[in-house]
């Protein structure tokens, strides 16, 4: 059985409240766990959502039992080029980082060693083309490209965006297919299911959601006969191997 | 004090028939499904769906051909004006495109751009080696009523081509006709900035932790939920945080985008 886990921060304590991340991401994981028969193995909010649950095990994290314990992992709150924010009273800090933050390799994530395939971060920034620290300019690429180790696609934004409560649904419904009912109010009974391409949803869901000066980007990793860009999600279409080690990146930035 | 227009917009009720001829045009041979909430017709790789007055989304005709991802490569991106003639034709054909209002008070205008997106694609592990790749050509709307942006999920023209033939993806969300509602007092970018202010001050802190990047006005159409389908002017202003951490202020820190009501 396919899983799911979500974490989503409102109450930050340190950078401004949000106030939809809880049915934002409870939308994602209510849709998959209720109508695609996916198991809901967390859905963790403010101080209960840890940046130990997405860190690495060689920095003392527990990302293995969390983060990269499921198939897709949706996460919202606040973000930026060099990664998302949590509350800085939980465990182990308040960003879980990209490389080039604190260190070349340093990064926090080194993700799909586990389980996880997708990780969807619905926040600001954190897919921007380019970031300059310390007068160097560090792309995508180089920001997230070792976090890859097993995990297909990266979803995100390279701007900033609304918060609002209906992103993760609707993700969730062009997923599993359902959107004709989610998103248009039809009923299910006449329709069926459509289910959409990861990647595809993805773009489709900020065209649906956001203002048009809005960037949407995804990421992903490939290597010879594991090309994760045509995955839909498990149980609904075809699902790539797992790309690791990989030897391509794509980021793929899409105008909402 | 300046006011500024509320606008009221009503949607089409497309007939099935129109419908039906747009499936057609788009490839789609299938059954119509009619409901109050949209009409819908399924493909053998695609689906149509309209939204009609009432609903969520009310005005919006989307289209998706699921044939291939929209990341699959391609070998060039669809040239600027085969998609501008493509997109021009279909809106035409079915007099889907932008109306002008009968309203004195109002100003529509539109103009088209086409984007060109391609991938980075990186091929080594020291990222020296990355090449561009063709992905996919939009065609999108730049709306602006009384010369102010008019943007949001039910204002929004978009068409995505993978190739010239015709689109893979259409997000297309207009009104049928638009009047003026009334005009409320409006809110000047200075008292926007205050209000933005007292929202994010928190108490005791002596060091403002956050500049205003940024800041636009406009006609923002979001999902419709009863009573009269009004088209409403909004700031939204773009908010970037010091990191605590980055003592130098050497790298860009978390942003937020902050939706405001314009009016009063």
């Known amino acids: 059985m396919a899983t799911v886990g979500v974490e989503w921060v409102n109450d930050y304590d340190w950078l401004p409240k949000l106030t939809y991340e809880d049915k934002d991401a409870g939308g994602f994981y209510d849709e998959l766990v209720h109508h695609a028969s996916w198991i809901g193995v967390f859905n963790w909010g403010d101080s209960n959502a840890w940046e130990d649950d997405f860190k690495r095990t060689e920095k003392d994290g527990h990302a293995p039992d969390w983060a990269d314990a499921v198939d897709f992992c949706y996460f919202t709150g606040h973000g930026s080029p060099w990664g998302f924010y949590f509350r800085s009273d939980v465990p182990d800090d308040s960003i879980a980082e990209s490389d080039y933050n604190s260190g070349p390799l340093n990064g926090d994530l080194r993700l799909g060693r586990n389980h996880l395939n997708w990780l969807a971060l619905e926040v600001c920034n954190t897919l921007q083309w380019e970031a300059s620290s310390g007068g160097t300019t560090y792309n995508a690429f180089d920001r997230w490209r070792a976090s890859f180790e097993g995990l297909h696609i990266m979803c995100s934004f390279t701007t900033t965006s609304l918060d609002l409560d209906t992103p993760g649904r609707y993700f969730a419904a062009l997923l599993d297919g359902r959107w004709p009912s989610v998103i248009f109010g039809l009923p299910e009974f006449l329709i069926g299911r459509i289910p959409l391409r990861v990647i595809d949803a993805w773009f489709l869901m900020t065209s649906i959601t956001q203002p048009d000066w809005a960037e949407a980007a995804v990421l992903y990793a490939g290597k010879a006969g594991a090309d994760p860009s045509n995955d839909y999600i498990h149980g609904c279409g075809s699902v790539s191997a797992d790309p690791y080690p990989h030897t391509y990146r794509v980021w793929i930035p899409h105008a909402c | ?264």
């Open chain 2, 1 to 264: 004090m300046k006011e500024i227009p509320v606008l009221r917009t009503y949607t089409e009720q497309i007939e099935k028939n129109k419908f039906a001829d747009i499936a057609k045009h788009l490839g789609l041979r299938g059954d119509l499904v009619a409901t109050k909430e949209a009409l819908f017709m399924q493909g053998k790789q695609s689906a149509l769906v309209y939204a009609m007055p009432g609903s969520r989304f009310a005005g919006l005709l989307f289209f998706t051909d699921q044939t291939n991802g929209v990341a699959a490569p391609i070998e060039r991106t669809p040239g600027k004006e085969a998609v501008e003639t493509w997109t021009q034709d279909f809106l035409k054909r079915f007099q889907l495109g932008p109306r002008e209002s009968s309203a004195k008070q109002i100003r529509v205008s539109f103009a088209t751009r086409v984007l060109r997106t391609e991938s980075a694609v990186d091929t080594d592990k020291e990222g020296k080696n990355v090449k561009r790749a063709p992905i996919k050509t939009d065609v999108i709307f730049d709306l602006q009523v009384n010369d102010l942006k008019v943007t949001g999920p039910r204002a929004k023209v978009r068409l995505t081509f993978k190739s010239a033939r015709a689109p893979v993806w259409i997000h297309r969300a207009l009104w049928e006709k638009m009047e003026l509602f009334e005009a409320r007092p409006m809110l000047t970018e200075d008292e926007v900035y205050r209000k933005v202010k007292d929202r994010l001050s928190r108490r005791g802190e002596t060091l403002k932790m956050w500049q205003m990047i940024g800041i636009r006005l406009v006609y923002f159409a979001g999902e419709y939920s009863g009573g009269p389908d009004l088209l409403l002017p909004y700031y939204f202003a773009e908010i970037e945080y010091r990191d605590p951490k980055d003592k130098e202020r050497t790298r860009q820190g978390p942003r937020q985008l902050i939706q405001m009501p314009a009016w009063r």
